[in-house]
């Protein structure tokens, strides 16, 4: 069996070393190096191919209540993983498998493979391991959820998305496309909104940012949606959400998956609130992991269109452990085209 | 048959004559005599007792989307009405019948009684006429409806009901007392506080008005909800929702019922829509007239509360057809207690 010494001996880290006042900051992270322990009975060592940056990890610094526990300070970043097994003290785990993970913001980690969910093995036969980052991964399945379990679009329907270009907003769209609505992505910048109509098949797009007042917003929204809006996929949140609800039918359900505008603490002003009664929306927050159990239906389907071709992803790509804290960065700016993810080796 | 000549010639009425800029003012109204027609086939005359003031009468003054028709200029405000049959010429309505329908602000309604929905006999014998606009009425079956359908309480849950003393508010906490909850309302002042504790029998409830920052009310609802909140009937909506969202437990069920906060156009600064995803919260309005078939297991439970004394309403009553619109801007503005009714006719 390898050892450390074979391999590698330094394991590079992203530690998070002080909470946002505010904006997060390049300054809450700082780079360390640890040797790689010797691999204890039951434990596989993964060398990461990807590191994974979501939103959902902005929520992880603050220490205030939040739908997970904080990330602690000192210790590595949280974050999904791919990676290849480089040495394996475990019968199910082989050197050389590709395996999805919760490895974290480091080159390598080892990890306790019984402990249930932690590694799964993976096949790059047909999908690239990237992929199980995104379209086929917690922001595909994600999108999958929140669309079919809340949203719930009948065909012929109208379903907004915000963040359209992104992981989650990407495959949304194309879901509810596949399910017969009408989709309208809302999107920032021209570049994006074209490949949301252009590559993803979206059948409209609203650049937020050339209609940057909420007037604006609403005029190109209205011309987006003759119908009215029934779904509504956020991610976003503010007062972009805020406008979709003037847009609402009756009986619009809204599934609340991220709300960026929030992470930096400032208030939401909510000019249409009126609408939960009026228009009897129901509005509802969901979390991936809280539904494991409809993870293999979401899995299934997600794969079988990538594999297929018919489910279409864009991946931003920076390189890099270091680069990890200015992708993230980034990444809550908008900066991102696709999937953002760090790739850590080949 | 009777005529009108032996009845009573005359009908006042009033009128809405012009819709609010901002908030609702007795200007809005006119009051108008009217001669009452002659029966024609299948129609009642009833002599109202009670009108009945309710909130949702506010949204139909504005012109704008709501959850249904505005209230057309020139005519009869729209409302809940109980009376008494004077004329009929309808099989299934005898002079001297109590019945129930929306006759709107006159003293008197001719009423098409084969139109669905217009008008039903009720008894008198255990429960008092006024109680079919309350507790066994629409407030109740709203009441009950929001809180079973949306809000779900499980027993040892914590429910909080905002305008704890109102029509709606106090049977609310009763039912969701009956069903095992722990139970916090939200009223304005002392004596109503009082009241919704001492003979409501809630188990704690927040004067707003002596907390009036957001600070000092969440302190205060942090007292009265040692272990969160996991239902929410909203009667309010504004900064006083805004507050409850932060004391609100992982999967909490909020139905909005009234958003009386923003009838008048005000925003909602919402500071705690985060929590909407950091606690999954599922939020959702409903119409009490949209589940029609859900009224006759709601009157049936409410009806049997009432008539053997196990529910407990309040009204205050305003005397003559005039009287209505002030007392229908004090009750915009929370000076009712309970059920705010005007008295017609003995």
Redesign the interface.
Known sequence: MPTKDCIMTVNKQIILDSRPEGAASTKNFVLREQAIPDLRDGQVLVRHLFLSLDPYMR?RMNAG???AQAQALGEVMIGGTVGVVEASNHARFKVGDTVVGMGGWQTHSVVDADAPGMLRTVSTAHIPASAYLGAVGMPGVTAWMGLTQICEPKSGETVVVTAASGAVGSVVGQLAKARGCRVVGIAGGEEKCAYVTDTLGFDACIDYKANADSKSLYGALKAATPDGVDGLFENV?GPIMDTVLARTN?FARIA????IA??DGA?????N??M????????????VS?RMDLWPQALGELGELVAGGKLTYRETIATGLESAPEAFLGLLKGKNFGKQLVKLSD
């Open positions: 929520g209540k939040s739908y949140g009756p609340v998956c991220g709300l929030g992470y208030p939401h002003p909510m000019e609130a009126a939960i009664l009026v228009n009897r929306l129901k509005i509802q927050g969901f979390i809280e």
